[in-house]
T-cell receptor, first 112, second 113 residues
């Protein structure tokens, strides 16, 4: 009954470092999403995927990359961390575009 | 340009009373609306949704109303319980060229015992 699992839960990075935020789901959902939530703001879409091998940009894709080699996994890559990327990152999945999204518990990322 | 707006950042109500959370949108292409609830240190959890072909959807203590002409929707919680204390996000989807949700900034609901 895992649903959407994100790792790590917390991470501190130095400016210029890179890292990958992991997201995996066990519900066989085709659609997967990455959002970021800044303090006092709503969730903003970074990237999304409608199936293995297919990804597309959201509202705020700059500074990030994604890949979707399997249905289960949708990692988010930060290549050159910047302070503006300090945020809470949420991964989500859904059966279809008109179905509710199921969210992971988030990764809190600080870049100093 | 915020296409989905929740103008009240916080709301406090007494246990047993009605909670009304509001949401306005600007994009007339939105055709599906959802409410999510979020507790601290957890991801958002789906609560209730409504399609633009309806004006009301009810699920237990939760009812969502949609007024398309005013581009406004609201979430009613009756009766409110202390466990309802959380941040509530309104989200919308439509033929905007992107197959994903647009979220409001959230309203923090505090239900006082």
């Amino acid at each position: 009954n895992a649903g959407v699992t994100q790792t790590p839960k917390f991470r501190i990075l130095k400016i210029g470092q890179s890292m990958t935020l992991q997201c995996t789901q066990d519900m066989n959902h085709n659609y997967m999403y990455w959002y970021r939530q800044d303090p006092g703001m709503g969730l903003k879409l970074i990237y999304y995927s409608v199936g293995a091998g297919i990804t597309d940009k959201g509202e705020v894709p700059n500074g990030y990359n994604v890949s979707r080699s399997t249905t289960e996994d949708f990692p988010l890559r930060l290549e050159l961390a910047a302070p503006s990327q300090t945020s809470v990152y949420f991964c989500a999945s859904s059966v279809g575009v008109d179905q509710p999204q199921h969210f992971g518990d988030g990764t809190r990322l600080s870049i100093l | 340009d915020q296409q989905v707006k929740q103008n009240s950042p916080s709301l406090s109500v007494q246990e047993g009373r009605i909670s009304i959370l509001n949401c306005d949108y600007t994009n007339s292409m939105f055709d599906y609306f959802l409410w999510y609830k979020k507790y601290p240190a957890e991801g958002p959890t789906f609560l209730i949704s409504i399609s633009s072909i309806k004006d009301k959807n009810e699920d237990g203590r939760f009812t969502v109303f949609l007024n398309k002409s005013a581009k406004h929707l609201s979430l009613h919680i009756v009766p409110s319980q202390p466990g309802d204390s959380a941040v509530y996000f309104c989200a919308a989807k439509g033929d905007t060229g992107r197959r994903a949700l647009t979220f409001g900034s959230g309203t923090r609901l505090q239900v006082q015992p």
